[in-house]
């Protein structure tokens, strides 16, 4: 066959889902090139279909895939083979041929369970908006920080909206995402990847079964993103009882600008405090790094005095583009400018 422009496409994707210690598995960190024109490949967190038009039959690293293939020169036009155990892409003046792996065992594949559940009509209603991304992308930051326990490395997406937590933040967009369906905990490793691909593609449908979350994209090109059935928290409700407790004032974008840089260049385990004193928002740092830093940011509209502290690796990404701030002597509350909410711990 003829090199294309679903072939261009999969050399991103072979990216998204290359793991050279799980080759050997040959189910993950392999593309799977089938005859009936479709190719896959699976991580174990996210995996893909997608109609690449050829009939070739064979199993190939996918690091290998996207190291080789990505330097190839576009500008040539290349025949893709199969030939005596290679995968091989020829053009003029060059010629790549990569190892088949042999694999033992069937591939549970999208594309049939799919068509199986487009005819039910099974489906859930997603409304892909640049916003939601970017409120994706927050929610992602906040389960994969280093404090987050495994068993909360997953989004939350329920009738209410999406949920994310690593025990010490919590963060909550109140807007559903995924609508026709019941809670879906779903993969942040897979959720991340899915959003790097719903930047520049476009959305057919989507459904959720088998706890899993399923995307149809243009082009006959399917994704979809492991889940887990496990007890989670009603995220939702607890933020919204600290909510209730904390004095919330707005604050202006060049001050929240100031707090962010602030914090991304403190030692993660300094002590970022909070202070409302007189009608003013201050903040305080003395840092690990061998500076200090205080400084008046604006005048709020806050009765009373609080000092709050908490760490700067869990302001991180938090305080970034935020439009409102509370403070209590249990928790900061932030909202950021997509209408992700956040309670954030205080340790002191």
Request: proline share 2%; net charge negative.
């Amino acid at each position: 066959m003829k090199w294309n422009e679903a072939m261009s496409k999969l050399v991103k994707l072979s990216g998204l889902v290359a793991d050279e210690k799980l080759e050997k598995t040959g189910l993950f960190g392999v593309l799977h090139f089938f005859k009936d024109g479709y190719v896959y490949g699976s991580n174990g967190f996210f995996e893909f279909e997608l109609f690449y038009g050829g009939d070739l039959e064979g199993v190939v690293s996918a690091a290998k895939f996207f190291d080789v293939v990505r330097v190839l020169d576009p500008k040539i036009t290349y025949d893709v083979f199969v030939e005596n155990g290679y995968f091989v892409i020829s053009g003029v003046g060059v010629e790549v041929k990569m190892n088949m792996i042999q694999v033992d065992g069937p591939v549970n594949r999208v594309v049939p369970l799919l068509s199986a559940e487009e005819k039910v009509g099974k489906e859930v209603e997603i409304d892909w908006k640049e916003e939601i991304l970017k409120v994706l992308k927050r929610e992602g930051e906040i389960v994969s920080s280093g404090s987050s326990s495994v068993e909360y490395r997953v989004i939350c997406f329920d009738r209410e909206g999406v949920f994310a937590t690593d025990r010490v933040r919590i963060a909550c967009y109140f807007v559903p995402f995924i609508v026709g369906g019941d809670k879906v905990l779903l993969s942040v490793s897979g959720v991340k990847q899915l959003v790097e691909v719903a930047e520049e593609e476009g959305v057919v449908g989507a459904w959720v079964i088998g706890g899993r979350l399923y995307v149809k994209f243009d082009g006959e090109f399917y994704v979809s993103v492991l889940g887990y059935d496990m007890n989670y928290p009603e995220l939702g409700g607890v933020l919204l009882r600290y909510k209730e407790k904390v004095k919330r004032f707005v604050v202006d974008v060049v001050v929240a600008d100031e707090i962010s840089k602030i914090v991304k260049i403190l030692d993660p385990s300094d002590v970022v405090y909070l202070v409302v004193e007189d009608g003013w928002l201050e903040l305080k740092v003395s840092s690990l790094k061998g500076f200090e830093w205080k400084k008046k940011l604006q005048q709020v509209s806050v009765e009373g005095s609080y000092v709050v502290g908490v760490l700067a690796r869990d302001l991180d990404g938090v305080v970034d583009e935020v439009v409102e701030l509370g403070l209590s002597d249990e928790v900061i509350y932030c909202r950021s400018v997509e209408g992700v909410e956040y309670v954030v711990a205080v340790i002191s």
